[in-house]
Structure formats: structure tokens, C-alpha cells
């Protein structure tokens, strides 16, 4: 089917727990948590090409932030895809961008994911979906979850993931203005003395439930003390939006993004409105 323009949503995503049980011995770490995509987004547009390449475009800062940093994920999930099915000819991959960059919102990551699914039918590859996230799980430990459609329960390094049935979810969201990388997150967690949080069946049991209020203050995330001791911003954002009546708030992924818990969708706006700098978003359930 190569030929068509082929367009994607790539769903940003929000971490409601995220344990650390341990360092492996390859480095990565063993780790259990609740993915929840947003309904923030970017959008990926596959036009036919001969050559394999990105376009990213979109506000500047993001534009020059994906730009430095290294080669697009989405473009190694494109050459990861093509390894598997020998496509013959290219694309062109345009990323219209509006997630933040190395925020812990996992705009790569989506970004690739996307590419996969697109990719993957822009080419005709008819590779399907088990065998898709085996290449997502070479791309980056975040691309299985953010490949499933849905919010999902992720372990191992990332790559075992799980449908997790939570309903539709109010959030507000302060990226700060500085990036965190995922390595060094980890590292600062090997270094402050590996605390692993609470085994999150009440909270997971609390999340499909939709028992809000239950849910808000069990949200935890084992690499936002770590995060928050270099950037106490962190801290401090979080502590804002308490203040403004959130149900709870924690750091999302590797961070520094804090994400804040809301009762409904016009509280989530009172909590933005609260806090300079954040926006809303909404926690989607299973998508199609
Ligand atoms: O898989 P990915 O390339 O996204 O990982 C980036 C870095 O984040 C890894 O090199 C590692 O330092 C850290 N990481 C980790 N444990 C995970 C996922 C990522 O230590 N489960």
C-alpha cells in the first residue's frame, strides 16, 4: 500500500506510579507502572519519499530541543521497522510537535510508536501487533507502552505491558523549563540509596475503580525524590498545586513534568489557572 499519505496522533502519556524495584545488571532498571496516555498530542503525517527522513516542526524551542537531542527516536523506529520488512522505497516523517521535549511525557517515545503503527502501514508491512512492540522494545523502553492505544500496566525494563482497565482521567500539567534525562534520573536514584515505593495494587484497584479520591494521594513515583533534591522546582510545583486542591500530583516519568490529579474536567482548569505555566489534560481510557 505504499504510496497514500498516512497521519497518526501520537499520544502524549502520564506516569500514576512508577516503582523502582531495582538496578539490573545490564543497567537498566526493573520497574513497575501505570502508563496513562493524554490526549495532548503531536501529529505525524507519512508522505512518500525515496529517501528515509524527519521533518519536525512546530514552536522553535521544541523544534531545536528534539533537534539536540541525537537522532530522532521516531527515525530509529523507522529504520528498525524497515530492517523487518524491506520496504522499497522511503518516507518522509513529519512530526508536527506539541509535546514537550524531555519533560517525562513521553513525546518521543509517541513519537516513535506512531511512526511504528504508521510505518507500518504506509509500507504494507502487515507486521502484527506482538512482533510490533518486540521492535518497539529495541526503539526505547517507553515505545511498548505508548504503542498499545491505551492506558497499560508496564514492567521490566518497559517492555512487558498489560491493558489496564481506567477510566477517563482530569489532569493538570506544569512542564518546567529545563529538560531531565532519563539516565541521569536512574543514576540519581542508584546514588540516593534505591527507595522502592508501595506495592500499587490499592492504587491500581483505586484507578479502575475510578475512586478518585483514593487515587490522588497514592500517586507516587519512585525518581521524583531523586529529581526533586537536584531541582527542588519539582517540589515546589507539586506543592503549588496541593495548595490549589489537587487530589494528588506527582512527577511523571524521568520528569521534571509534574501532572496533578483533578476531581473533573473544569477542576483540572481551575488547577491550570492556579499554577502559572500549566495546561490541561485528559487521562484517555482504551482508544478504539
Ligand atoms: O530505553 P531507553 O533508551 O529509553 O533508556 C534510556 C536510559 O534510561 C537507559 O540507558 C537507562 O539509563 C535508563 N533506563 C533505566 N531503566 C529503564 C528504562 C530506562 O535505567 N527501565
Given at each position: 500500500?505504499?504510496?497514500?499519505?498516512?497521519?497518526?496522533?501520537?499520544?502524549?502519556?502520564?506516569?500514576?506510579?512508577?516503582?523502582?524495584?531495582?538496578?539490573?545488571?545490564?543497567?537498566?532498571?526493573?520497574?513497575?507502572?501505570?502508563?496513562?496516555?493524554?490526549?495532548?498530542?503531536?501529529?505525524?503525517?507519512?508522505?512518500?519519499?525515496?529517501?528515509?527522513?524527519?521533518?519536525?516542526r512546530g514552536a522553535t524551542e521544541l523544534v531545536d530541543a528534539?533537534?539536540?537531542?541525537g537522532m530522532n527516536l521516531a527515525l530509529v523506529a523507522a529504520?528498525?521497522?524497515?530492517?523487518?520488512?524491506?520496504?522499497?522505497?522511503?518516507?518522509?516523517?513529519?512530526?508536527?510537535?506539541?509535546?514537550?521535549?524531555?519533560?517525562?511525557?513521553?513525546?518521543?517515545?509517541?513519537?516513535?510508536?506512531a511512526a511504528l503503527h504508521a510505518l507500518n502501514e504506509f509500507?504494507?508491512?502487515?507486521?502484527?501487533?506482538?512482533?510490533?512492540?518486540?521492535?518497539?522494545?529495541?526503539?526505547?523502553?517507553?515505545?511498548?507502552?505508548?504503542?498499545?492505544?491505551?492506558?497499560?500496566?508496564?514492567?521490566?525494563?518497559?517492555?512487558?505491558?498489560?491493558?489496564?482497565?481506567?477510566?477517563?482521567?482530569?489532569?493538570?500539567?506544569?512542564?518546567?523549563?529545563?529538560?531531565?534525562?532519563?539516565?541521569?534520573?536512574?543514576?540519581?536514584?542508584?546514588?540516593?540509596?534505591?527507595?522502592?515505593?508501595?506495592?500499587?495494587?490499592?492504587?491500581?484497584?483505586?484507578?479502575?475503580?475510578?475512586?478518585?479520591?483514593?487515587?490522588?494521594?497514592?500517586?507516587?513515583?519512585?525518581?521524583?525524590?531523586?529529581?526533586?533534591?537536584?531541582?527542588?522546582?519539582?517540589?515546589?510545583?507539586?506543592?503549588?498545586?496541593?495548595?490549589?486542591?489537587?487530589?494528588?500530583?506527582?512527577?511523571?516519568?524521568?520528569?521534571?513534568?509534574?501532572?496533578?490529579?483533578?476531581?473533573?474536567?473544569?477542576?483540572?482548569?481551575?488547577?491550570?489557572?492556579?499554577?502559572?505555566?500549566?495546561?490541561?489534560?485528559?487521562?484517555?481510557?482504551?482508544?478504539?
Amino acid at each position: 500500500m505504499t504510496g497514500g499519505i498516512v497521519t497518526r496522533a501520537a499520544h502524549a502519556k502520564v506516569n500514576a506510579f512508577l516503582r523502582v524495584l531495582g538496578r539490573r545488571e545490564d543497567g537498566y532498571h526493573e520497574l513497575e507502572s501505570l502508563v496513562i496516555p493524554l490526549d495532548l498530542t503531536d501529529s505525524l503525517t507519512i508522505r512518500p519519499a525515496r529517501e528515509l527522513r524527519v521533518d519536525v516542526r512546530g514552536a522553535t524551542e521544541l523544534v531545536d530541543a528534539v533537534n539536540a537531542g541525537g537522532m530522532n527516536l521516531a527515525l530509529v523506529a523507522a529504520l528498525a521497522l524497515a530492517e523487518e520488512c524491506d520496504p522499497v522505497a522511503g518516507a518522509v516523517i513529519e512530526i508536527s510537535k506539541r509535546i514537550p521535549v524531555a519533560a517525562g511525557l513521553g513525546g518521543g517515545s509517541a513519537d516513535a510508536a506512531a511512526a511504528l503503527h504508521a510505518l507500518n502501514e504506509f509500507w504494507g508491512c502487515g507486521i502484527e501487533a506482538g512482533a510490533l512492540t518486540a521492535i518497539a522494545e529495541r526503539v526505547g523502553s517507553d515505545v511498548p507502552s505508548l504503542l498499545a492505544g491505551g492506558p497499560v500496566v508496564m514492567r521490566g525494563r518497559g517492555e512487558w505491558v498489560h491493558d489496564a482497565l481506567v477510566p477517563t482521567t482530569s489532569w493538570a500539567v506544569k512542564s518546567l523549563d529545563f529538560p531531565t534525562r532519563s539516565p541521569d534520573a536512574y543514576r540519581w536514584w542508584d546514588e540516593d540509596g534505591a527507595v522502592t515505593g508501595p506495592d500499587p495494587a490499592a492504587l491500581y484497584a483505586s484507578a479502575e475503580s475510578g475512586s478518585l479520591a483514593t487515587l490522588g494521594p497514592a500517586l507516587f513515583n519512585d525518581l521524583e525524590g531523586p529529581v526533586s533534591r537536584r531541582h527542588p522546582e519539582v517540589a515546589d510545583t507539586k506543592a503549588a498545586f496541593l495548595e490549589a486542591g489537587a487530589l494528588g500530583a506527582l512527577m511523571s516519568g524521568s520528569g521534571p513534568a509534574v501532572a496533578a490529579l483533578a476531581r473533573t474536567p473544569q477542576d483540572a482548569e481551575r488547577l491550570a489557572a492556579a499554577v502559572p505555566g500549566a495546561f490541561v489534560a485528559a487521562g484517555l481510557a482504551r482508544m478504539g
